[in-house]
């Protein structure tokens, strides 16, 4: 539980989690074994942390940007020979996480103003995520759940669901942080696609995604033709055997990946 005397900053956008069966689900959500290798994100005073250091596994690192809870953590395993524990005093959306080496389980209470870049990076690159066990917004989690067709589905949804199966959890009403949100909190687990489904351009997949999504009232063809007036054409619906009026938020995961296939072959 963390200590009601450290001020949270807002510039970082910290709500520290001071429920213990609230802290003690989300570490059972990780099913930490002694050979995983796990990496927190933001741990702050260590609510999280306080429990992931007891546990056995074979690496512990933990990302945290607050000079102060760098320091603390860092002093910590140290003073107690902590020898698989990591600090990196280090902003997580700057991370190299294409360098990550092994199968990684990553958890944290993601801070609310850089949850979903960083989530979008996480997915994508880690070579081999096994699991992440994430805290985030419920809106930014319901967003991420939405299917295609609904009005929440976006350009988020799209882009994790290529690479993850997502599952919610349960929801965190503000009384259980300090200081206390204005909006409910929810854990959402991501669990990775097996290999032969993920997406084979992810870049043009990552490009196509934003550029429809910045436009999702247009239809697809009048997007396509101005963003890819070199691999643009119209045989591209009839291999999608969809129509060419199809808006960006009718399009499944899926079909996103088979689209961006077709423009980057074209190439």
């Not at 960083?118 to 805290?135: C, E, G, H, T």
């Not at 959890?169 to 669990?191: H, L, N």
């Amino acid at each position: 539980m963390c200590d009601k005397k450290i001020t949270a900053k807002k510039s970082l956008g910290q709500h520290f989690l001071n429920n213990e069966n609230v802290i003690r689900k989300i570490i059972e959500l990780g099913e930490i074994s002694p050979d995983d290798n796990v990496l927190e994100i933001g741990p702050g005073p260590g609510a999280l942390t306080a429990i992931l250091r007891e546990l056995p596994c074979q690496k512990l690192w933990l990302l945290e940007k607050d000079d102060v809870f760098a320091e603390k953590h860092a002093q910590y395993a140290a003073e107690n020979k902590r020898t698989h524990m990591q600090v990196f005093h280090i902003d997580a959306l700057t991370f190299p996480w294409k360098e990550l080496q092994g199968e990684w389980k990553i958890m944290g209470n993601l801070p609310y103003n850089v949850a979903s870049p960083l989530m979008w990076d996480i997915v994508s690159q880690v070579p081999k995520l096994s699991k992440a066990v994430f805290m985030i917004q419920k809106e930014v989690a319901e967003r991420i759940r939405a299917k295609e067709g609904n009005k929440t589905y976006g350009a988020l949804s799209a882009w994790i669901q290529s690479f993850c199966h997502v599952e919610k959890e349960f929801v965190i009403r503000p009384g259980a942080f300090t200081p206390p949100p204005k909006v409910d909190s929810e854990i959402i687990i991501f669990t990775p696609l097996p290999q032969k489904e993920l997406p084979q351009y992810p870049e043009e997949l990552a490009k196509l995604i934003k550029t429809t999504f910045q436009q999702r009232r247009k239809q697809l063809h009048g997007i396509l033709q101005k963003a890819y007036p070199n691999t643009y054409s119209e045989k591209i619906w009839t291999e999608m055997q969809i129509p060419k009026e199809t808006r960006a938020e009718m399009l499944s995961p899926k079909q996103f990946q088979r689209l961006a296939a077709l423009l980057a072959k074209n190439n």
